[in-house]
Structures are given as structure tokens and as C-alpha cells.
């Protein structure tokens, strides 16, 4: 199992910056980061410029000019939902994180069109089915707080048709305590004890398909856009409340 190297994109998909957008700085090159997650009502992504344009993504980035941005959503019957400017609150601020009003479908193919800065984008994507967390079965999972020292094992099994890897976050109080992922269905997961005694915190996971899995989880990632570098890619999650007593 690896570490997670951006949780932060599968929970809000956007990271803290700045809310001044640019036109387009020099030696600068627009990146596209939007996964679909099954069963939420509202799909997120953000556009920024990643400069200089051979950085690592989300090394340093500013958002681009929302003018420059068209991206519809193509939903599976032939109809579009657009990608529009979403305001930060409070303030209003734009860091550069767009948002369409669909809920996404276990199973169904979704594609993005449109342009940014200039360039036509294309790219196609498939959700995963429903992730079954078979283990553990119930949905509050209690840990002895003194069975373990930072790291308490915990056995998993859980499964989506149509997931290439899983990725798991614990997430307390808008905060990442830990992460990981595996390509594993069945194993134990090494989870982090935040601090001695009792704690509460959910276990978030995520079911990737290969395009998200492909970019989200390697050191360098590989995009899945025609027109410019990033991912559209799909998810499905379920989640455990995680109790150290």
C-alpha cells in the first residue's frame, strides 16, 4: 500500500491558493483536474496555470481567468451541464474551482468538452459501480485505544466493479489524519492512531477507475485530457466511522 499523494483533490478537489486569476503568465501551461464522484449532487474540478508549464501539478499554480474557461459535462443521453465559476465563502474569492449540478451515476460513461485558454479539450470517463465495504461490516468500526501505538490494523475487504485501485483517507474535523491506497480488495490496512486514548474520525474510501487512479496516486501522473495535460476521471466512495475507546 502507498501513501496518498494528493487526498485533498478526492475530498474537495481544489487546494488552498491564490484567489487572484490570470490570463495566462508566462512559460505557464493550464491544467484540468475534475473527478466525478458517484452519487453526489454536485461534480467539482478546478483549471489553473501550472508554471513554469514543467513543474509537478499543484507545485505552483494560479487559477486561470474564469473567462477563459467553457467545460460542459456530457452527460450519457447526449445532453450537457456546464462547469461554472464557483465563488469561495465567505469573501466570494475565486481560486479557480468550477462546478456542475448533475449527479453522477454508478456505471455510466460521461465525457468533457469544451476549451481552456484557447484549446479544445476532449476526454471521456467511466464511474465505477457502488464500492461494497464488506469489511468491516458495520458501519462504526471500535478500535481499543490501548490495543495499539500509532498504527492500528484494521482487516478490509471491499470491492466496485470497474476500480483499478482504492484510496483511503481518515478524515477528522475537515482534516486528513492519514491516507493511503491499494490495488488490493482483501488485506489489512495500517491505520493512524491520531493520539493516545479515545478519538473519533471517518474512514473515507474511494473506488478510482483507471484514468483517476493513473493520475491521482503515481509520482508522475498521467493525464487523460486531448488538448492539454490532467484528469477527468470517476469514483465511487463509502465510508466507516472509525472509534478509538
Given at each position: 500500500m502507498s501513501l496518498a499523494r494528493f487526498p485533498a483533490l478526492l475530498v474537495a478537489l481544489a487546494l488552498a491558493g491564490c484567489d487572484a486569476a490570470l490570463g495566462g503568465p508566462?512559460?505557464?501551461?493550464?491544467?484540468?483536474?475534475?473527478?466525478?464522484v458517484a452519487g453526489d449532487s454536485v461534480q467539482t474540478g478546478k483549471v489553473e496555470w501550472r508554471f513554469p508549464a514543467d513543474s509537478p501539478v499543484n507545485f505552483t499554480s494560479r487559477p486561470v481567468d474564469s473567462t477563459l474557461v467553457q467545460l460542459l459535462l456530457v452527460l450519457p443521453g447526449g445532453s450537457t451541464v456546464p462547469f461554472t465559476p464557483r465563488r469561495e465563502q465567505p469573501g466570494g474569492g475565486f481560486i479557480g474551482r468550477y462546478a456542475a449540478s448533475v449527479v453522477a451515476t454508478y456505471g455510466a460513461t460521461y465525457q468533457l468538452q469544451g476549451s481552456v485558454a484557447g484549446r479544445v479539450v476532449a476526454a471521456t470517463t467511466t464511474v465505477p459501480d457502488s464500492l461494497r465495504i464488506l469489511?468491516?461490516?458495520?458501519?462504526?468500526?471500535?478500535?481499543?485505544?490501548?490495543?495499539?501505538?500509532f498504527y492500528c490494523s484494521v482487516p478490509f475487504h471491499w470491492v466496485a466493479a470497474g476500480a483499478d485501485q482504492y484510496q483511503y483517507l481518515q478524515v477528522k474535523s475537515g482534516?486528513?489524519?492519514?491516507?493511503?491506497?491499494?490495488?488490493?480488495?482483501?488485506?489489512?490496512?495500517?491505520?493512524?492512531?491520531?493520539?493516545?486514548?479515545?478519538?473519533?474520525?471517518?474512514?473515507?474510501?474511494?473506488?478510482?477507475?483507471?484514468?483517476?487512479?493513473?493520475?491521482?496516486?503515481?509520482?508522475?501522473p498521467k493525464g487523460s485530457i486531448t488538448g492539454l495535460f490532467g484528469l477527468f476521471g470517476a469514483a465511487s466512495r463509502a465510508q466507516r466511522v472509525l472509534v478509538w475507546q
Amino acid at each position: 500500500m502507498s501513501l496518498a499523494r494528493f487526498p485533498a483533490l478526492l475530498v474537495a478537489l481544489a487546494l488552498a491558493g491564490c484567489d487572484a486569476a490570470l490570463g495566462g503568465p508566462s512559460s505557464a501551461a493550464p491544467v484540468i483536474q475534475i473527478l466525478l464522484v458517484a452519487g453526489d449532487s454536485v461534480q467539482t474540478g478546478k483549471v489553473e496555470w501550472r508554471f513554469p508549464a514543467d513543474s509537478p501539478v499543484n507545485f505552483t499554480s494560479r487559477p486561470v481567468d474564469s473567462t477563459l474557461v467553457q467545460l460542459l459535462l456530457v452527460l450519457p443521453g447526449g445532453s450537457t451541464v456546464p462547469f461554472t465559476p464557483r465563488r469561495e465563502q465567505p469573501g466570494g474569492g475565486f481560486i479557480g474551482r468550477y462546478a456542475a449540478s448533475v449527479v453522477a451515476t454508478y456505471g455510466a460513461t460521461y465525457q468533457l468538452q469544451g476549451s481552456v485558454a484557447g484549446r479544445v479539450v476532449a476526454a471521456t470517463t467511466t464511474v465505477p459501480d457502488s464500492l461494497r465495504i464488506l469489511e468491516p461490516a458495520q458501519d462504526t468500526v471500535t478500535i481499543s485505544a490501548t490495543s495499539c501505538s500509532f498504527y492500528c490494523s484494521v482487516p478490509f475487504h471491499w470491492v466496485a466493479a470497474g476500480a483499478d485501485q482504492y484510496q483511503y483517507l481518515q478524515v477528522k474535523s475537515g482534516g486528513f489524519v492519514g491516507a493511503g491506497s491499494t490495488a488490493d480488495t482483501a488485506g489489512v490496512l495500517n491505520l493512524f492512531q491520531a493520539r493516545p486514548g479515545a478519538d473519533t474520525m471517518a474512514l473515507v474510501v474511494y473506488a478510482l477507475e483507471p484514468q483517476a487512479a493513473a493520475f491521482l496516486l503515481p509520482e508522475t501522473p498521467k493525464g487523460s485530457i486531448t488538448g492539454l495535460f490532467g484528469l477527468f476521471g470517476a469514483a465511487s466512495r463509502a465510508q466507516r466511522v472509525l472509534v478509538w475507546q
